[in-house]
T-cell receptor, first 113, second 111 residues
Framework: KAGVTQTPRYLIKTRGQQVTLSCSPI?????VSWYQQTPGQGLQFLFE???????NKGNFPGRFSGRQFSNSRSEMNVSTLELGDSALYLC????????????FGSGTQLSVL | EDQVTQSPEALRLQEGESSSLNCSYT??????LFWYRQDPGKGPEFLFT???AGEEKEKERLKATLTKKESFLHITAPKPEDSATYLC????????????FGTGTRLTVIP
């Protein structure tokens, strides 16, 4: 059974640009969550989608947005990139209507120059 | 406000030297406490979920315990392959499903 797949693996952008990251959950999983991981702050929750609906959102500015498609695949978008957006962005999926036992992808490492 | 504090930040052990990692938490009603392992360049890998004080779970050399204020991850006779960052996270019973993570303990086991 394939795990959570995130693309691209690495990304380099400059300030002011926008970026779209992609996540394919484990087959059959309907819940997808996104987290930002930085050395100083650890993992911080961005948002969660379930059946194409955003159920929960973390404390991030509106420049961070996401969506989920009917096949449960999800994308997140960051507009007007800032240097502080450099981080590892992790996607996680879970089978049921809760965050129990999240399965994480390997992440997208975003560097903003 | 939900808060998770892990200690120590880093730990170096000789192979076979047992120790414990600590996770102190403050949450408005605990739905679950989670332990994950993260290897360099990879996403976190699920280890355990604990739901109530007094609960314990074991997996190979790892044992997780839970009290009303903290959780411990005990590592018995560790091996070099146990080297990783161990993350603790809590899920509140407020209705939201997100996990609130600590910053982790980086464990190095020396052969």
């Amino acid at each position: 059974k394939a795990g959570v797949t995130q693309t691209p693996r690495y990304l380099i952008k400059t300030r002011g640009q926008q970026v779209t990251l992609s996540c394919s959950p484990i087959s059959g999983h309907r819940s997808v969550s996104w987290y930002q991981q930085t050395p100083g702050q650890g993992l911080q929750f961005l948002f969660e989608y379930f059946s194409e609906t955003q159920r929960n959102k973390g404390n991030f500015p509106g420049r961070f947005s996401g969506r989920q498609f009917s096949n449960s695949r999800s994308e997140m978008n960051v507009s007007t990139l800032e240097l502080g957006d450099s981080a590892l962005y992790l996607c996680a999926s879970s089978a049921r209507d809760s965050n129990e036992k999240l399965f994480f992808g390997s992440g997208t490492q975003l560097s903003v120059l | 406000e939900d808060q998770v504090t892990q200690s120590p930040e880093a730990l170096r052990l000789q192979e076979g030297e047992s120790s414990s990692l600590n996770c102190s938490y403050t949450v408005s009603g605990l739905r679950g406490l989670f332990w994950y392992r993260q290897d360099p360049g990879k996403g976190p890998e699920f280890l355990f979920t604990l739901y109530s004080a007094g609960e314990e779970k074991e997996k190979e050399r790892l044992k997780a315990t839970l009290t009303k204020k903290e959780s411990f991850l005990h590592i018995t006779a560790p091996k070099p392959e146990d080297s990783a960052t161990y993350l603790c996270a809590v899920q509140a019973s407020t209705g939201a499903n997100n996990l609130f993570f600590g910053t982790g303990t980086r464990l190095t086991v020396i052969p």
